[in-house]
């Protein structure tokens, strides 16, 4: 039996607008917060200790960190290094770099030789000796259209046709993989991909439009015993039955507002060949928290609004204050009394929304915060236009190969 550790989504670098700079280190706090939790949870593969760290892909918010960025990471990842933890560090759609091919911001781990650090860079299968036996570790980075096809093949396919031929060229790939794999020690799939089965975190904004859907029934094989997942901050486990488990840990910081309401950590697992127990470990990290308001009926706005964050305890956390009031109320707002009720949390910011009597109703389709693709929201928008008619299908097909040629530079 081998056990593991398995966090994803570190985006170490980004979120710096929710902190501020520590005069001490002359770093921004968000930095700093992100690298305590990073190191809680290399202290934790160490304490137990783990056998092996699966990493989910995306490092950072980009392929090209500021060198103090990268240095934050290296320094975390560095003691696995010197304990001779084994390490893999998958590719993630935020490590890639678009221009040139084959390069990402973790091959430096390779092109060093760091000991027992893999990089996951394609997809191929690692046999990687543990303290506890060897463990098989299938490889699977962010995968762009581009990766699996050419430009003259996508031509004249729609959206949806050039997915299908996508999803069935990976499926014929990852067979021939999984064929490759030796059932009698402890395998694990590690994937930075978007399932059809996930419920979206932040990475629905960060990421719209770029790479496709993989469908769950591809990732549910009885060959894995444990299937490692990055991509979506949400956790969640796409296989509740847990043959095998299929789990997304999640970001281990809030990236975004998106994520205030989510618990982040990351997961202890023990594979062996046919069974898996794994268990989710919740890291405290900063907390967010909204405070919104209407104002728009209220005859003494600012006391109204103090009321409202009277409610909850702000020291320390990035707080978002939102409220709406009527045009004529704007004089009635202290803005400097606001800041310094705020002044306690982490950091703040303030968002009024002007309450027009004129507001244009929404779409009903697109409201209730349900998710759609681009093309599906804009068929919706488009429905809603009867002035537009005419050319709705040309801006369809215009829409599609725009969304196409994204993903050709990407
Ligand atoms: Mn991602």
């Given at each position: 039996?081998?056990?593991?550790?398995?966090?994803?989504?570190?985006?170490?670098?980004?979120?710096?607008?929710?902190?501020r700079?520590?005069?001490?280190?002359?770093?921004?706090?968000?930095?700093?917060?992100?690298?305590?939790t990073?190191?809680?949870?290399?202290?934790?593969?160490?304490?137990?200790?783990?056998?092996?760290?699966?990493?989910?892909?995306?490092?950072?918010?980009?392929?090209?960190?500021?060198?103090?960025?990268a240095?934050?990471?290296?320094?975390?990842?560095r003691?696995?290094a010197?304990?001779?933890?084994?390490?893999?560090?998958?590719?993630?759609?935020?490590?890639?770099?678009?221009?040139?091919q084959?390069?990402a911001?973790?091959?430096?781990?390779?092109?060093?030789?760091?000991?027992?650090?893999?990089?996951?860079?394609?997809?191929?299968?690692?046999?990687?000796?543990?303290?506890?036996?060897?463990?098989?570790?299938?490889?699977?980075?962010w995968?762009?259209?581009?990766?699996?096809?050419?430009?003259?093949?996508s031509?004249?396919?729609?959206?949806?046709?050039?997915?299908?031929?996508?999803?069935?060229r990976?499926?014929?790939?990852?067979?021939?993989?999984?064929?490759?794999?030796?059932?009698?020690?402890p395998?694990?799939?590690?994937?930075?991909?978007?399932s059809?089965?996930?419920?979206?975190?932040?990475?629905?904004?960060l990421?719209?439009?770029?790479?496709?859907t993989?469908?769950?029934?591809?990732?549910?094989r009885?060959?894995?015993?444990?299937?490692?997942?990055?991509h979506?901050?949400?956790?969640?486990?796409?296989?509740?039955?847990?043959?095998?488990?299929?789990?997304?840990?999640?970001?281990?910081?809030?990236?975004?507002?998106?994520?205030?309401?989510?618990d982040?950590?990351?997961?202890?697992?023990?594979?062996?060949?046919?069974?898996?127990?794994?268990?989710?470990?919740?890291?405290?990290?900063?907390?967010?928290?909204?405070?919104?308001?209407?104002?728009?009926?209220?005859?003494?706005?600012?006391s109204?609004?103090?009321?409202?964050?009277?409610?909850?305890?702000?020291?320390?956390v990035?707080?978002?204050?939102?409220?709406?009031?009527?045009?004529?109320?704007?004089?009635?707002?202290?803005?400097?009394?606001?800041?310094?009720?705020?002044?306690?949390?982490?950091?703040?910011?303030?968002?009024?929304?002007?309450?027009?009597?004129?507001?244009?109703?929404?779409?009903?389709a697109?409201?209730s915060?349900?998710?759609?693709?681009?093309?599906?929201?804009?068929?919706?928008?488009?429905?809603?236009?009867?002035?537009?008619?005419?050319?709705?299908?040309?801006?369809?097909?215009a829409?599609?190969?725009?969304?196409?040629?994204?993903?050709?530079?990407?």
């Open positions: 039996m081998v056990k593991l550790l398995h966090l994803s989504d570190i985006h170490m670098g980004s979120g710096f607008s929710h902190g700079i520590d005069p001490e280190t002359g770093l921004n706090t968000r930095l700093q917060d992100f690298t305590a990073l190191s809680q949870c290399i202290d934790t593969a160490l304490s137990e200790p783990v056998d092996l760290v699966v990493f989910g892909g995306d490092a950072f918010p980009d392929a090209t960190p500021p060198p103090y960025v240095e934050a990471f290296a320094s975390q990842f003691r696995l010197e304990a001779n933890v084994p390490t893999v560090l998958l590719v993630g759609n935020h490590d890639q770099y678009s221009q040139g084959g390069s911001s973790l091959c430096i781990y390779r092109t060093l030789a760091v000991p027992k650090f893999i990089v996951g860079d394609r997809l191929d299968t690692h046999r990687i000796e543990t303290r506890n036996g060897p463990v098989q570790v299938m490889t699977l980075p995968v762009t259209r581009s990766t699996l096809m050419t430009r003259p093949e031509e004249g396919l729609s959206l949806t046709e050039v997915n299908q031929l996508l999803i069935e990976l499926r014929v790939a990852l067979e021939g993989e999984i064929r490759t794999l030796d059932r009698k020690i395998t694990v799939l590690l994937g930075h991909l978007m059809d089965k996930a419920h979206f975190g932040a990475e629905r904004f990421a719209v439009s770029k790479g496709f993989i469908p769950l029934s591809l990732l549910v009885s060959e894995f015993d444990y299937v490692a997942l990055g979506v901050h949400k956790h969640q486990n796409l296989n509740p039955s847990n043959d095998p488990p299929v789990i997304y840990p999640g970001s281990i910081e809030r990236v975004d507002f998106s994520e205030e309401k989510e982040k950590g990351y997961i202890i697992a023990d594979v062996q060949p046919g069974s898996c127990q794994w268990k989710f470990c919740p890291l405290p990290v900063r907390s967010f928290l909204t405070i919104s308001i209407d104002l728009s009926k209220s005859d003494d706005p600012l109204d609004l103090f009321e409202a964050v009277r409610k909850h305890r702000i020291e320390d990035v707080v978002r204050l939102r409220y709406k009031l009527r045009a004529d109320q704007i004089d009635r707002l202290d803005s400097h009394a606001i800041y310094e009720r705020l002044k306690t949390a982490h950091s703040y910011t303030v968002q009024p929304e002007l309450v027009s009597q004129l507001s244009r109703p929404r779409i009903p697109l409201d915060g349900r998710s759609f693709d681009p093309i599906n929201a804009l068929t919706a928008y488009l429905e809603s236009r009867e002035d537009l008619k005419d050319i709705r299908s040309d801006i369809l097909e829409a599609e190969s725009l969304l196409l040629e994204d993903e050709r530079v990407s």
